[in-house]
Antibody, heavy 127, light 109 residues
Framework: QVQLVQSGAEVKKPGASVKVSCKASGYTFTGYYMHWVRQAPGQGLEWMGWINPNSGGTNYAQKFQGRVTMTRDTSISTAYMELSRLRSDDTAVYYC????????????????????WGKGTTVTVSS | SSELTQDPAVSVALGQTVRITCQGDSLRSYYASWYQQKPGQAPVLVIYGKNNRPSGIPDRFSGSSSGNTASLTITGAQAEDEADYYCNSRDSSGNHRYVFGTGTKVTVL
């Protein structure tokens, strides 16, 4: 079955970097973009960006430009999200989610959604 | 940048119907997808597109849209439907980015 398995919890000091991994199985890794989404304690979901595992192309939310780097290793079907210059407000659960784009009934339209999610990786930033 | 606005909380009596709305300019161009999130768990896709349910999602969940508003309706709410619900859509500014709604806490009484 399609599965995304994320790396374990991390504790980092302010100013450090964290790299979270997301290992895909049960499907062709390079066939689907991968999103990264985070959720601070008691807060809502926040989209961070996506990576095209086939080309390595990325698209980041403006808020994270310059601090986030998404990469992949196709040989082990794993996507990575690295966030640098960590602050206390980066404390959150970080999720990876598989992207889907399917044609809609109306020609030229598409449905965009995230159909499979990892269980999340808790990142705590504290001095 | 796009924003998607949801009511913070709604309540529904067991077995009754509740509608959750999501408003934003991007919804004039793109359909919303909806995600259910229970405490301590990852989000789960419940509706995508015009009104499509992934395998395993009960048919009491349905979606609709009109203009800049998308809606998720739970017809005959069950205790297990108590959760946070988030809408999501592609950003309409042409930059291929995405945005989540602010989230709605659904309480089943």
């Amino acid at each position: 079955q399609v599965q995304l398995v994320q790396s374990g919890a991390e504790v980092k000091k302010p100013g450090a970097s964290v790299k979270v991994s997301c290992k895909a199985s049960g499907y062709t890794f390079t066939g689907y973009y991968m999103h990264w989404v985070r959720q601070a304690p008691g807060q809502g979901l926040e989209w961070m960006g996506w990576i095209n595992p086939n080309s390595g192309g990325t698209n980041y939310a403006q808020k994270f430009q310059g601090r986030v780097t998404m990469t992949r290793d196709t040989s082990i079907s794993t996507a990575y999200m690295e966030l640098s210059r960590l602050r206390s407000d980066d404390t959150a659960v970080y999720y990876c989610a598989r992207d889907r784009v399917v044609p809609a009934a109306i020609r030229g339209n598409y449905y965009y959604y995230m159909d499979v999610w990892g269980k999340g990786t808790t990142v705590t930033v504290s001095s | 940048s796009s924003e998607l606005t949801q009511d913070p909380a709604v309540s529904v009596a067991l077995g009754q119907t509740v509608r959750i709305t999501c408003q934003g300019d991007s919804l004039r161009s793109y359909y919303a997808s909806w995600y259910q999130q229970k405490p301590g768990q990852a989000p789960v896709l419940v509706i995508y597109g015009k009104n499509n349910r992934p395998s395993g999602i009960p048919d009491r969940f349905s979606g609709s849209s009109s203009g800049n508003t998308a809606s998720l309706t739970i017809t005959g709410a069950q205790a297990e439907d108590e959760a946070d619900y988030y809408c999501n859509s592609r950003d309409s500014s042409g930059n291929h980015r995405y945005v989540f709604g602010t989230g709605t806490k659904v309480t089943v009484l």
